[in-house]
């Protein structure tokens, strides 16, 4: 009996999932640079095109090194389809234009990432869409903003840069009662530690320029949900707006998905010291990670995630100290990013969120004295010293 790749347990499925081999029996997968394909007849394009033949077109549409990208990341997600994108933007925009008409209205969470607060706030209702932003924590506050014409939920889970837990289930027990659709930014949780699909969400996205990737090198992004959701809300989008990953990054992102498990493993590993180092310190006032038990949702942590993650977010105060704390960093760079090897550290006040108006900020506890940590893959024991030296300096 032929092995069924479903069957298969995560770590195989990231190695293997998806592999696709030319007539060649290369053991790496091939990197198809090439923009078209050729027909040997006629009569074959016309097949190709009419969807009565399978196979590639134009790498806006898709592409063999693509494919077996998103091939990959639907075993690992557990998706039946999964389509890349150029980044976690064009994934997060795509995926909620593809659900939304003028008229129509998105509730979202009001802790989210800056550029996808963006497309909330300021994007979508420049084409009639009407947005409602609420305390994502709280399953009533979805509830009470639901109008007529809701469509969609977004929802980022846990969220930037606090780190907020939302109830995916009770959440989408809402969007299923009113005919929405929610769609889950699973960044912070990674593939591994949560699986949206499976507490009810309808659409998972990614920003695979994080641990996907994992290594700081490419931009890149994934929608993956229910075949008929992405043949009927994405496909046409997909084709005709142009957001196309490109075969290059999708080669890296392949060789990223193949150690992913084992780096977010130790990078939760060294995120559960360093947070612990950092709550034991005198100049903290706060520390918020998922991994542990002084979490604010630590209870819907442990119903619906398997690890902590990597981010860890603390509060030195005010700028002054914050400030003081990044430049007395030697290892840790200062830096936006996350998921990267390299461990890096972030003021949100200052630069994630500057574009977020000041009381929208307070509004979600980000106060001036926040830093937002991206843990890495050093030695935990040099990263610990870093944190605590920089912190005395604080
Ligand atoms: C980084 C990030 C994005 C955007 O991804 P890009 O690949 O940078 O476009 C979206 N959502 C979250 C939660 C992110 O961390």
Redesign the pocket.
């Known amino acids: 009996m032929a092995e069924d790749p479903k069957d298969w347990q995560l770590e195989t499925r990231l190695v293997r999932g998806g592999m696709a081999r030319t007539e060649y029996g290369e053991i790496s997968e091939a990197l198809f640079l090439t923009q078209s394909f050729a027909y040997e007849s006629a009569a074959a394009a016309n097949a190709r095109f009419a969807g009565a033949a399978p196979g590639f077109i134009y790498q806006r549409f898709g592409n063999p090194t693509t494919q077996m990208f998103e091939d990959r990341l639907a075993l690992l997600e557990g998706a039946e389809a999964c389509r890349a994108t150029s ?3 064009s994934a ?1 925009q795509v995926a909620l234009s593809g659900l939304v008409r003028a008229g129509d209205h998105i509730v979202a969470g009001r802790a989210l ?1 800056g ?2 607060r963006w497309i909330v706030a300021e994007w979508l209702p420049r084409f009639g869409v009407e947005t409602t932003f609420v305390d994502a924590v709280e399953p009533s506050e979805w509830r009470n903003a639901v109008r007529p014409n809701t469509k969609a939920f977004l929802v ?1 889970s846990p969220a ?1 840069p606090l780190l907020e837990v939302t109830p995916i289930g009770a959440v989408a027990d809402i969007a299923k009662e009113i005919g929405a659709k929610l769609v889950v ?1 699973n ?2 949780a990674t593939p591994i530690y949560q699986k949206p699909l499976a507490l009810g969400a309808d659409v998972v996205v990614y ?1 695979a ?2 641990h996907i990737d994992g290594q700081g090198r490419v ?1 890149g ?1 994934a929608i993956l949900a229910g075949a008929k959701l992405i043949d009927e809300a994405y496909r046409d989008i997909l084709r005709h707006t142009g957001p196309a990953l490109s075969p290059f990054n999708s080669w890296v992102l392949l060789k990223g998905l193949e150690t992913l498990e084992l780096r977010v493993r130790r990078q939760t590993e060294n995120a559960a010291r360093v947070a612990d180092a950092i709550a034991a310190h005198s100049k903290v006032r706060k520390v918020v990670y998922c991994g542990r038990p002084d979490h604010p949702q630590a209870g819907i942590v442990a119903n619906q995630m398997s690890g902590g993650g990597n981010v860890v977010a603390f509060d030195l105060g005010d700028q002054a100290a914050a400030w003081r704390f990044l430049d007395a960093l030697q290892i840790v760079d200062i830096s936006n990013n ?1 998921g990267d090897a390299k461990s890096m550290a972030t003021h949100p006040w200052t630069t994630t969120h500057r574009s977020m108006p000041e009381a929208d900020r307070l509004e979600i506890g980000l106060t001036d004295g926040w830093v937002r940590m991206s843990v890495g893959l050093e030695a935990a024991q040099d990263l610990t010293r870093d944190v605590e030296r920089a912190l005395d300096a604080a």
């Open positions: 980044s976690g933007m997060v990432f550029s996808c980022e930037n930014d960044v912070f920003s320029t994080k931009l992004g996350l």
